[in-house]
């Protein structure tokens, strides 16, 4: 198969794939309601809507403002020192891995709060 058709057809099936995923995703998710009716259940003792659990979406830009860092200092490490690719890598992990550090500590001092 060539490259090109390659590079053109995975993103399409990525898409695609994704897509189905997520119909099928809202179907059992129905069909799980539905049984739960079914039975005499409240289904919403199981999902509280009210509920909203922030330290996903924190770690994640974290993660992305560290990498995103990390990739500016590589740049500049590379065009000071030619390492060549030792400079990307080396400040993608390590202000990645301090985006995710900084995470972790906001999030045990609103734990912290949370319970006094």
């Not at 990525?14 to 897509?19: D, E, K």
């Not at 539905?34 to 996903?56: Q, W």
């Not at 992305?64 to 590379?78: C, K, P, T």
């Amino acid at each position: 198969m060539d490259v090109a058709a390659l590079g053109v057809m995975v993103p399409i099936v990525a898409l695609i794939g994704s897509f189905i995923m997520v119909v099928y995703l809202r179907k059992f998710e129905n069909l799980e309601r539905m049984s739960m009716i079914e039975k005499g259940v409240d289904p919403s003792l199981f999902r509280s809507r009210n509920y909203r659990n922030t330290s996903v979406p924190l770690r994640a830009s974290l993660l992305l403002i560290g990498a995103g860092v990390g990739l500016l200092l590589g740049y500049v490490l590379d065009s000071a020192t030619y390492m060549d690719e030792v400079a990307y890598f080396s400040m993608l992990f390590i202000c990645g891995g301090a985006g995710l550090g900084l995470s972790y500590i906001i999030e045990e001092r609103k734990a912290k709060e949370s319970k006094i």
